[in-house]
T-cell receptor, first 116, second 113 residues
Framework: EPEVTQTPSHQVTQMGQEVILRCVPI?????FYWYRQILGQKVEFLVS????????KSEIFDDQFSVERPDGSNFTLKIRSTKLEDSAMYFC??????????????FGAGSRLTVL | DQQVKQNSPSLSVQEGRISILNCDYT??????FLWYKKYPAEGPTFLIS?????DKNEDGRFTVFLNKSAKHLSLHIVPSQPGDSAVYFC????????????FGAGTILRVKS
């Protein structure tokens, strides 16, 4: 069964360092997402990406965050200068369509980011 | 942002019995509702969805009921199995909001054998 793969599974970084989280979405999917879950809290939407541009972003997704699809298969989330409160599990997801019908997202296993 | 609420943090059920997981929402613009299951160290996996124009959708042991007037939906699992033990997330989407999923806080289901 097709799956979304994420790397690394766990990253520990110092506050202020840049972090790049990588994702390989399902190959025929057109819509890509990043969500995060801070320990004990709900899964929160960060950003959606379609046709090589951001289609929507949340208030969390400030100037410290950026996304890129550098080579047609990878989808990356970059945090320029990490803060303690960025510690969370980051989930990448993709979906076949953002149009009619339920938008069923397929999620990766997540990348746990720990900022010290 | 409290648009999707799951007020029960946890639920414990005996194997073979019915599990009922509840979800409430506030935004009448939502047009699809989805349930996801999450095991530790894995991402959420899709279980079942329902359109806002339906009141029931069934898939094997899983049935979702939607009460639009009450802005309430529930997921029924019958019979419950120990492998169903996981965190269950309710999610909703609206075409007007780009179809992104808005998640509830999740309910931990424990099925005891």
């Amino acid at each position: 069964e097709p799956e979304v793969t994420q790397t690394p599974s766990h990253q520990v970084t110092q506050m202020g360092q840049e972090v790049i989280l990588r994702c390989v979405p399902i190959s025929n999917h057109l819509y890509f997402y990043w969500y995060r879950q801070i320990l004990g809290q709900k899964v929160e939407f960060l950003v959606s990406f379609y046709n090589n541009e951001i289609s929507e972003k949340s208030e969390i997704f400030d100037d410290q965050f950026s996304v890129e699809r550098p080579d047609g298969s990878n989808f990356t989330l970059k945090i320029r200068s990490t803060k303690l409160e960025d510690s969370a599990m980051y989930f990448c997801a993709s979906s076949e369509t953002g149009g009619s019908g339920a938008n069923v997202l397929t999620f990766g296993a997540g990348s746990r980011l720990t900022v010290l | 942002d409290q648009q999707v609420k799951q007020n029960s943090p946890s639920l414990s059920v005996q194997e073979g019995r019915i599990s009922i997981l509840n979800c409430d929402y506030t935004n009448s613009m939502f047009d699809y509702f989805l349930w996801y299951k999450k095991y530790p160290a894995e991402g959420p996996t899709f279980l079942i969805s329902i359109s806002s124009i339906k009141d029931k959708n069934e898939d094997g042991r899983f049935t979702v009921f939607l009460n639009k007037s009450a802005k309430h939906l529930s997921l029924h699992i019958v019979p419950s199995q120990p492998g169903d033990s996981a965190v269950y997330f309710c999610a909703a989407s609206a075409r007007e909001y780009g179809n992104k999923l808005v998640f509830g806080a999740g309910t931990i289901l424990r099925v005891k054998s």
